[in-house]
């Protein structure tokens, strides 16, 4: 059996659960995929997603579409990006092709019109549907910009090559139903063509199929992965010709969908393209996993709570344990090779937090009559506005919270991904303001969708995102520099990977927090001021540990550095954990909690913490 690339052993993640119209689910699937193989780079799939929006706007609106439904959109882009990945990091495309035949329709609007192909058009000077349009309009002799009016005759031309099945998505998505030609390939078992690629000067190369060996069996993907993580391999550079185009939407991407972008011409996107170095290697180093015995967080201070819900089912971190490399539990015995790391490497994952107060980016607000009705359905605790519970899903934010830094990003550039793919579509976190500042954090159900107040499953959805939610906000009560976008979405890997809970209990550690803060609130103020500093400054450290293939065991002589002073040490860990998690989310969770441990049998019994983790 193919082994693990982040364990060394278990199964590989399954498209067969998976809600292939479910955007959210979809991509957590690809992530979880492309991370077991160990080919998952971050960078990489948001440069060929940024492209891929491009070249899907460029042939939308060829084919004359005014909108198209934001389902039909994003998933196209996914598809796109998908086959494009696999093409350049050398992957089985037949073991690894596109693994769902079910394709949603053009012409259903209920879940909206796609804001990145509205924005293109309107930024183009197009003219775009009304928002409660049902049906998209398509224009009989479309509108193209100018700087793509001479695409269309070579375009056209290339088309008329093509057999008609094989100009997916947009021409055959006129009448619902999934494409034919996915549903027999997947059957069949074969790589897929892009469902918008079909002019060779929009769409990204297409590599050829995989050519049977002497033996008549095609390579194998574990050979192609292999070759792929090799450092020494060069590759040549990709061009836009036929037959595909990027892949993966704004799920992984700080910033907003070609807003504040300068509009690229096709010459320019292939020249970007052709340009853009297929590095065949990400920049993941494989982890040391050890064994986690319970709930991880970003944070290893000031909880209280064991989860046994973790602890009750095997995992594929439990799995791993027996042939992982455990760090050594002498803590004198590796110190010294910490100084071979220098202070000054290279590589941070993480930008140095902001200092600008831009402006508060405007948040619609969920309807405070559905989010009432839900929450009294559920008999949610408080039954009124208590302490930080300022109101029906809302709880309140400290004055001193670095709110551009934490949750907004510089300029808005993590609102985006903060509202889109990090949970389900129809839920939304959201920011009350009050004098210029994000005073609360809003959870509840779209306010753009229409929604059923009766529907059970939105409020289970609802419970546990405010749940993750509050999590997070505890630890900003107690200085937490971590923010909330890689919270929800490391949960949102670790839920797929671990079967990470919710923490039912986290309501009577915020209360407390809480009341701590109010009490002093300059002394809260202070202590997240520190810990923003030490995660700058302990950054570019951590980053060149993980460069190294001993990480856990530097890691945990670093963590130990500081062994008297048990405050400073899992404030360590938590650093560690969270810089770790941006590469690689479960050897990161594995980590604190072998940590932890170790840490809690060198204090003694009499030492308890909570290990909630944000």
């Not at 509108?143 to 031309?157: G, I, Q, V």
């Not at 300068?262 to 393209?273: G, K, T």
């Not at 797929?496 to 809970?501: D, H, M, T, Y």
């Amino acid at each position: 059996m193919e082994q693990s690339r982040i364990f060394g052993t278990g199964d590989p993640p399954q498209a067969g659960g998976v809600n292939p119209l479910d955007t959210m689910a979809r991509r957590a699937y690809f992530k979880a995929r492309l991370t077991y193989l160990g080919v998952w780079d971050e960078s990489k799939w948001d440069e060929i997603a940024v492209l891929a929006e491009d070249v899907a706007s460029i042939e939308l609106c060829q084919d004359g579409y005014r909108s198209v439904p934001r389902a039909f959109f994003d998933y196209s882009i996914d598809n796109m990006v998908w086959e494009k990945y696999v093409s350049d990091f050398k992957l089985d495309r037949y073991e690894d092709c596109w693994p769902w035949s079910i394709y949603p329709s053009i012409r259903d609007s209920r879940g909206g019109a796609s804001p990145c192909y509205k924005e293109w058009r309107i930024l183009n000077g197009l003219s775009i549907d009304e928002p409660d349009l049902a049906t998209p309009t398509r224009e009989v002799n479309p509108t193209m910009p100018t700087e793509y009016k001479s695409l269309r005759s070579s375009s056209s031309a290339t088309a008329c090559k093509q057999r008609p099945s094989e100009r997916a998505g947009i021409m055959q998505a006129s009448s619902p139903g999934p494409s034919k030609h996915l549903s027999k390939r997947a059957a069949e078992k074969q790589p897929a063509s892009s469902h918008l690629g079909c002019d060779p000067g929009l769409a990204l190369v297409k590599s050829p199929a995989p050519r049977p060996d002497s033996s008549g069996q095609a390579s194998s993907s574990r050979q192609r992965v292999e070759k792929s993580r090799d450092v020494t391999r060069t590759q040549e550079p990709v061009f836009l010709t036929e037959g595909q185009a990027p892949n993966f939407s704004p799920l992984q991407r700080d910033r907003v969908p070609t807003r504040g972008r300068e509009q690229q011409s096709p010459s320019d996107l292939q020249r970007q393209l052709a340009s853009t170095p297929v590095s065949g290697k990400p920049s993941t180093p494989m982890p040391k996993a050890t064994t986690p015995e319970t709930r991880p967080s970003f944070t290893a201070y000031g909880t209280k709570t064991t989860l046994q819900a973790t602890t009750q089912r095997p995992t594929r971190g439990h799995q791993q344990a027996s042939v992982s490399k455990q760090p050594t539990n002498n803590p004198e015995s590796n110190v010294a090779d910490i100084a071979m790391v220098a202070e000054d490497a290279q590589m941070p994952i993480q930008d140095h937090y902001i200092t600008l107060k831009d402006y508060t980016p405007i948040s619609r607000l969920p309807s405070l009559e559905l989010r009432e009705k839900i929450w009294k359905s559920l008999h949610m605790l408080p039954h009124s506005p208590q302490g930080p519970i300022i109101g029906f899903f809302e709880v309140a934010l400290p004055p001193w919270t670095d709110c551009h830094d934490l949750i907004f990003g510089s300029r808005g550039s993590l609102v985006t991904k903060l509202q889109t793919g990090l949970y389900n579509r129809d839920l939304q976190v959201s920011w009350a303001v009050d004098n210029g500042r994000a005073a609360a954090l809003v959870v509840g159900p779209h306010p753009e969708y229409n929604h059923d107040a009766g529907n059970r499953n939105l409020w289970k959805e609802l419970r546990n995102l405010w749940l993750k939610v509050l999590e997070w906000v505890f630890h900003v009560y107690q200085g937490s520099p971590f923010r909330l976008v890689d919270f929800l979405e490391d949960f949102q890997i670790l839920e797929i990977e671990v079967n990470l809970p919710v923490d039912w209990e986290i309501l009577g550690p915020l209360m407390v927090a809480w009341e701590k803060l109010i009490a002093d609130p300059a002394q809260s103020s202070a202590i997240a001021a520190e810990r923003k500093a030490n995660l700058i400054a302990w950054t570019s450290r951590v980053s060149a540990m993980l460069n190294r293939p001993e990480t856990p065991l530097f890691l945990h002589s670093w963590v130990h550095e500081c062994r008297e002073n048990r405050d400073e040490m899992e404030e360590r860990v938590g650093v560690a954990r969270y810089l770790w998690s941006q590469q690689d989310h479960v050897a990161a969770f594995v980590f604190q909690r072998q940590v932890m441990d170790d840490i809690r049998a060198y204090e003694g019994p009499q030492m308890e913490s909570h290990d909630r983790v944000v």
